[in-house]
């Protein structure tokens, strides 16, 4: 079963999203989605990265509402930023962060959580991994930022993936 259907829910999701988008629903319309569900994923099986190797669970729960917590805290952050704006203007710059983290899906997972928090933007990963370009929307700290990000964000995913 898992050579002809190596991953079920990569395919049903496509065969319904191919049906979803494909009006009206005939035999030839769910023909060809099945082709796409059952082909697609054998296709692009080569470029599928191998599962990370992912420990201490509860450490990754914490995070996950940490992350949501500051998703929260820095949307109200810039939006006061913005409504203060012409009285006082956000001090936004870059910020070079030295990293710590090597493994590959704790950088894809350092680069989503950077990219769902209002105010901070990835701009840029060093070519050998040993820092990260940030721009922060409003900043008075740069050594106080850098402390708490690698504190909230690298120090667990680097618990949890390494």
Same mark, same amino acid.
């Given at each position: 079963?898992?050579?002809?259907? &190596?991953?079920?829910?990569?395919?049903?999701?496509?065969?319904?999203?191919?049906?979803?988008?494909?009006?009206?629903?005939?035999?030839?319309?769910?023909?060809?989605?099945?082709?796409?569900?059952?082909?697609?994923?054998?296709?692009?099986?080569?470029?599928? &990265?191998?599962?990370?190797?992912?420990?201490? &669970?509860?450490?990754?729960?914490?995070?996950?509402?940490?992350?949501? /917590? /500051?998703?929260?805290?820095?949307?109200?952050?810039?939006?006061?930023?913005?409504?203060?704006?012409?009285? =006082?203007?956000?001090?936004?710059?870059?910020?070079?962060?030295?990293?710590?983290?090597?493994?590959? =899906?704790?950088?894809?997972?350092?680069?989503?959580?950077? /990219?769902?928090?209002?105010?901070?933007?990835?701009?840029?990963?060093?070519?050998?991994?040993?820092?990260?370009?940030? =721009?922060?929307?409003?900043?008075?700290?740069?050594?106080?930022?850098?402390?708490?990000?690698?504190?909230?964000?690298?120090?667990?995913?680097?618990?949890?993936?390494?």
């Amino acid at each position: 079963m898992k050579r002809l259907l &190596p991953y079920p829910l990569l395919s049903s999701g496509l065969l319904a999203m191919w049906l979803l988008l494909n009006e009206p629903f005939t035999p030839g319309n769910l023909l060809l989605g099945l082709l796409v569900a059952l082909g697609l994923p054998r296709l692009v099986a080569s470029l599928r &990265p191998p599962a990370g190797p992912m420990q201490r &669970p509860l450490v990754l729960i914490r995070l996950i509402l940490r992350v949501g /917590a /500051a998703v929260i805290r820095s949307a109200i952050e810039v939006a006061r930023g913005v409504f203060r704006a012409r009285r =006082h203007a956000p001090r936004g710059r870059f910020v070079q962060v030295p990293l710590e983290l090597r493994d590959e =899906h704790a950088l894809a997972a350092l680069l989503m959580i950077t /990219a769902v928090i209002p105010g901070t933007v990835w701009s840029e990963l060093a070519p050998d991994r040993s820092a990260l370009l940030l =721009h922060v929307f409003d900043l008075d700290d740069e050594a106080e930022f850098i402390t708490s990000f690698k504190a909230l964000y690298e120090h667990p995913l680097k618990e949890i993936f390494e």
